[in-house]
C-alpha cells in the first residue's frame, strides 16, 4: 500500500490528440473502389475489388469508432487526474490555512 501512481498527463493529451487526428484522417479517407471499375474490365476482378472494399469500409467505420473511443478515454483520464490533482492540493491549502 502506499504506492504512487504518477501519469504524465502531458503525454497522454498528446496521444488522444493524435488518436484523434488518425481517425480524422481514416475518416476521410476515399472509398478504394471509385472509379476502377470500368478500368478493371474483368467482372469478376471488378466484384472481388468491390467485395474487399466493402468489408474495408466496415472494418473501417469500426476502426473510426474505436479511435474516437480510445481518444475520448485518454481525453477523460488527463481531466480526471488533473480534477483530482486540483481537488487534492486545494484540500492541503484548507488544512495548511487552518493549522495556521
Given at each position: 500500500?502506499?504506492?504512487?501512481?504518477?501519469?504524465?498527463?502531458?503525454?497522454?493529451?498528446?496521444?488522444?490528440?493524435?488518436?484523434?487526428?488518425l481517425a480524422?484522417?481514416?475518416?476521410?479517407?476515399?472509398?478504394?473502389?471509385?472509379?476502377?471499375?470500368?478500368?478493371?474490365?474483368?467482372?469478376?476482378?471488378?466484384?472481388?475489388?468491390?467485395?474487399?472494399?466493402?468489408?474495408?469500409?466496415?472494418?473501417r467505420a469500426?476502426?473510426?469508432?474505436?479511435?474516437?473511443?480510445?481518444?475520448?478515454?485518454?481525453?477523460?483520464?488527463?481531466?480526471?487526474?488533473?480534477?483530482?490533482?486540483?481537488?487534492?492540493?486545494?484540500?492541503?491549502?484548507?488544512?495548511?490555512?487552518?493549522?495556521?
Amino acid at each position: 500500500m502506499g504506492g504512487r501512481l504518477k501519469a504524465d498527463l502531458t503525454r497522454i493529451a498528446q496521444v488522444s490528440r493524435q488518436i484523434e487526428q488518425l481517425a480524422n484522417e481514416f475518416g476521410q479517407a476515399t472509398k478504394l473502389t471509385e472509379g476502377y471499375q470500368p478500368a478493371l474490365g474483368d467482372a469478376a476482378l471488378a466484384s472481388a475489388l468491390g467485395s474487399f472494399a466493402t468489408d474495408w469500409a466496415i472494418h473501417r467505420a469500426r476502426l473510426l469508432d474505436d479511435l474516437e473511443q480510445e481518444s475520448k478515454l485518454a481525453d477523460t483520464a488527463v481531466k480526471a487526474y488533473n480534477g483530482t490533482d486540483d481537488a487534492l492540493a486545494a484540500a492541503l491549502r484548507k488544512q495548511q490555512a487552518a493549522a495556521g
